[in-house]
């Protein structure tokens, strides 16, 4: 069982910069690829980046390439999503997630933990 908590969200304006933490405890956090995926309301959780369990290799959404770092630390056991360049699309309630697929990292069912969100809100 691994227990993801993620914070660092808020309300911002466009252009400013947030960085988001997701904090995992329970099982060995560095054999899990982690991924950020959000969802904006009346729309499907989509895929926003995502980092392989040794930080090696990182894959990125196109809406977010440029402008989104994602990033971890095996030895506090977090995942980071530095958010620079914010725009209103952006606004969602962010979620981080644990998972062992690597190849399906963009697919939400490529993972089986899950945190409960952190929302971010960008105002124009």
């Known amino acids: 069982q691994v227990h993801l908590v993620e914070s660092g969200g808020g309300l911002v304006r466009a252009g400013a910069s947030l960085r988001l933490s997701c904090a995992a405890s329970g099982r060995t956090f560095s054999g899990y690829h982690m991924g950020w995926f959000r969802q904006a309301p009346g729309k499907e959780r989509e895929f926003v980046a995502a980092?392989?369990?040794?930080?090696?290799?990182?894959d990125y959404a196109d809406s977010v390439k440029g402008r989104f770092t994602i990033s971890r630390d095996n030895a506090k056991n977090t995942v980071y999503l530095q958010m620079n360049s914010l725009k209103p699309e952006d606004t969602a309630v962010y979620c981080c997630?644990?998972?062992?697929?690597?190849?399906?990292?963009?697919?939400?069912?490529?993972?089986?933990?899950w945190g409960q969100g952190t929302q971010v809100t960008v105002s124009s």
């Open positions: 997630a644990a998972g062992v697929n690597w190849r399906m990292g963009r697919q939400v069912n490529a993972y089986g933990y």
């Open positions: 980092i392989r369990w040794g930080g090696g290799s990182t």
